[in-house]
């Protein structure tokens, strides 16, 4: 088997950058297929889908006519497809004005906040049963995960409920990793990397089945795995605390993760994605169009439902932010580092170690160097993709039609965006138009929507595609515009707001209490550094 290696010296090629989203789930939380491992039933039976505007019409109706416009619209050679070049996934990075010149880098964000996006929306939302060829009604529709940043995805229904997920061998309750055989001959200094627990058939036994759908989100779900474990090991050395059992630990411990995870999403990727302007706006005013508190938005409980223009739209901005291919590691040496296209659907899918970044498999140089992804001051890290219209070409071609695939589809639509713009129909999703107007910002015209007009639908478009074009056009993609922005801050503040045990809600001045490189605060860097997750690579 041929395995791309880095043939190329790395000096000089360096984006000068600071720090979205994939699948993800083909972002927040519809169905993209039947391979996920969900559970039988919602955490919460009444947790659904609900309307943010639900006084709009539909931008379509929900007919077979429209879903097939909506699919050719998303299909692979469209105006959606950046067409890049897949001969080769060291010079899709190195020289993307020659390889992806439609696929413009963004020197806002480094490339881990896509998945770093991804995780987040995997610990929101799970719609693993509404169709991708019939009209769906929100309010039927199942949500599998928990509306709150509780993470879910990681700790499922805790130690006693799914205690496949723990390793209490310690005398702690800790959460099962393990060792990736052979990891230490292929890399630097020969150490040892991990891996999500699997089954004897690879099959990922983790929170959410989803998280194994690519090896840079599942090497992410093993770092949060690993930072649970490590701030079990610190709480065990803080006076006044280290006798307590194990249950108050793990406790504790939960409580530690979820708050530092949570100031990372107020504190450092929704500033990205939607700009501090408008994150203190949302906190300081509250919100104008999404008030969880409002029984209308509620179940039965009392508790929050996501609104389908989130989960089904504005959510997948992420899609737009997929690079074609990775630097995965830097190898055991210089010139050795392991690059890959994402998804290759030309790989046997029967391959224990195929040359495409799948999730599924484990193998020796299966496992991620941080470097790349997020930026430790080494001038190493490389950046996302621009919010646009622009999707990386393999999106357009998604696993699964070769053979089983985690968290891919199989159902035949292999494009993403035909997959986001076809539910777009089903849900009934107003117009980017009306959204805009009934916002009162800027509406983008008819000739700034001109691609859409063989569609028929530059005056009346799908919100997800008018929510990417609004931000390439006013915001450069560098994040997301008016629109977008909006739907997306007042979620992620009104959900931590709706819940009484989030840091935001329970102690609103709360400061990280873990090291970090700035006293006070948290960020990604040190999530992964408190891990134990970045290796030294000098």
Known sequence: MSHYRCTLGWAGVVFVMCSSVF???????AAESITLSAPKQPARPDDSFVRMFPGLPPFAPASDEMREKARQLGQKGGILDAQDSHANPIFSITQPDVFSPNNHDNPAMTAGMTFVGQFIDHDLTLDPRSSLFAQTDPGQTKNFRTAAFDLDSVYGNGPQASPELYDLSTGDIK???????GSEAVSRYQTIR??????ANNTAT??????DENAILSQLHVAVLRFHNAVVDYLRTKRGVGDLSAEQIFKMAQRYVRWHYQWIVVHE????????????DILQRGPKFYNPHDRSVQNAQGNPLIPVEFSVAAYRFGHSQVRPSYRLNFGPRDGSEFFAFVFLDSEDPNDDDPNDLRGGKRAPRRFVDWQTFFNFGDNLFRPNKKIDTKLSTVLMELLGLRGPAPGMPADGVQSLASRNLMRHVNFGLPSGQAVARLMGVQVLSPAQLAELQPYG?????PLWFYILKEAELLESGLRLGPVGGRIVGEVFIGLLKADAESYLTAQPNWKPVLPSTAAGDFRMTDLLKFAGVVSPLN
């Open 206 to 211: 983790i929170g959410d089945s989803r998280n």
């Open 194 to 199: 991990y891996d999500v627990p699997r089954n």
């Open 269 to 280: 990727f929704l500033p990205l994605t939607i700009g501090q302007d408008r994150v203190d």
């Open 23 to 29: 699948l993800v789930s083909g972002q927040a939380g």
């Open 175 to 181: 959460l099962k990793i393990e060792v990736i055989p």
């Open 457 to 461: 639908m530059d005056r009346s478009t």
